[in-house]
């Protein structure tokens, strides 16, 4: 058995500062009556009941899937210089992922000529995950129905509750490249893309979920409301460049460059109450703030990240042995671009969170790495 129970803070004791438990918090909303004690300050996540692993993968589940293509072109202008445009796209078309199907139980339950309160205390919600593909129809044993009966059923897409997930990529990119002469080569490219959709991932970065195509986003339908936007990955402009330059016939030099644009953010907060109940017992990880819905990508937007790094070989003249030693520089020109922000925009308790759009972490600073290289 799981379950969380509030209580006011009343300090620590004994060896380690095990916190003590004072008065019952009777205020949290959405909470049951403990399993020890019979007061209403717990949220039981988990009655001790039996699993049962017929329920626990759809049967009609399908593989995870995208589709792709790539249109370009490249033309030759000389024996050394060549420009290139190339078109991507890339859709998903399978998504496997934990579903919560007890709304669409409840539909069921209804359906078989239940009373509506009987069903919603059958399923509450939350209380069976499948592993299926949302968005479609699965077909799985739910769990006991007012009857006692569990039964395997196929829920429709409908009454499940959930869309399709979607993640589009669309990019142009330019390219031109100069092949190396014995004296310098130069090589660029520019991109513009767009990656939108309302599923990131089998994780997800905004909230740091990282069990693999276990995230929260189909744990009950709230957690869609605004889930469709820009996507953390989106990043509108993306410009490359690298190339060398033989000074001598002992040095080279490189350089490589990077700037990219600035991704957007959210504001992840708790799905209110009124909107979806078991989702607001997760104090977090839906697209609301301070009860408002804020869709995904429109909260605000981070910083441009821009990076040189440079390098020189020189070409050591050992008879016999292909020797040389090389100096990197990487982010020559120390910048400190935000590489990523705080966006919770609220603590587990609903109040605001100070830290929101605070920074996390920054650009790596600048490094300098020396490597000695000898062939035999």
């Not at 970065?205 to 339908?221: H, V």
């Not at 070409?315 to 292909?322: E, N, V």
Request: charged share 15%; proline share 5%; hydrophobic share 35%.
């Amino acid at each position: 058995m799981t379950y969380t129970r509030y209580n006011l803070f009343n300090g620590v004791s004994g060896a380690g500062s095990v916190p003590v438990a004072g008065t019952p918090l009777l205020s949290v909303v959405n909470t049951t009556n403990c399993p020890d004690t019979g007061i209403k300050n717990c949220e039981v996540s988990a009655d001790g009941s039996a699993f049962n692993p017929a329920g626990a993968i759809a049967s009609n589940i399908k593989p995870q899937s995208d589709r792709e293509f790539i249109i370009g072109a490249e033309h030759q202008f000389s024996d050394r210089i060549r420009i290139g445009a190339y078109f991507t796209h890339r859709q998903l078309t399978n998504v496997i992922e934990d579903v919560s199907i007890d709304v669409g139980a409840r539909a069921y339950c209804v359906g078989k000529g239940f009373t509506a309160a009987a069903c919603l205390s059958a399923y509450p919600g939350g209380s069976q995950f499948v592993i299926g593909n949302p968005g479609k129809d699965i077909t799985t044993q739910i769990n006991k129905l007012p009857d006692g009966s569990t039964p395997t059923v196929t829920l429709k897409k409908d009454d499940l509750g959930y869309p399709k997930p979607s993640r589009n990529y669309n990019a142009l990119t330019l390219t031109f490249d100069r092949s190396f002469d014995e004296k310098w080569s130069l090589s660029a490219s520019y991109t513009l893309a767009f990656d939108k959709g309302n599923y990131e991932g089998g994780v997800r970065s905004e909230n740091g979920q990282l069990a693999i195509n276990r995230t929260a986003d189909f744990d009950s339908p709230g957690f869609v409301n605004g889930a469709y936007g820009y996507l953390p990955n989106d990043r509108r402009h993306s410009f490359k460049a690298y190339g060398s330059y033989r000074l001598f016939e002992a040095l080279d030099l490189g350089a490589n460059m990077l700037v990219q644009s600035a991704p957007r953010y959210s504001c992840i907060g708790a799905v209110p109450l009124a909107v979806d109940a078991y989702a607001n017992t997760y104090h977090g990880y839906g697209y609301y703030c301070q009860g408002q819905l804020i869709p995904r990508g429109t909260a605000f937007t981070g910083d441009w990240l821009a990076q040189v790094d440079v390098s020189a070989v020189v070409h050591l003249p050992i008879p016999h042995l292909k020797a040389s030693l090389r100096l990197d520089v990487f982010n020559l020109f120390a910048s400190s671009a935000v590489t990523s922000f705080n966006n919770f925009g609220e603590l587990s308790d609903g109040s605001a969170n100070s830290d929101y759009r605070a920074p996390v972490n920054y650009q790596t600073p600048r490094s300098v790495r020396l490597t000695a290289v000898v062939g035999f």
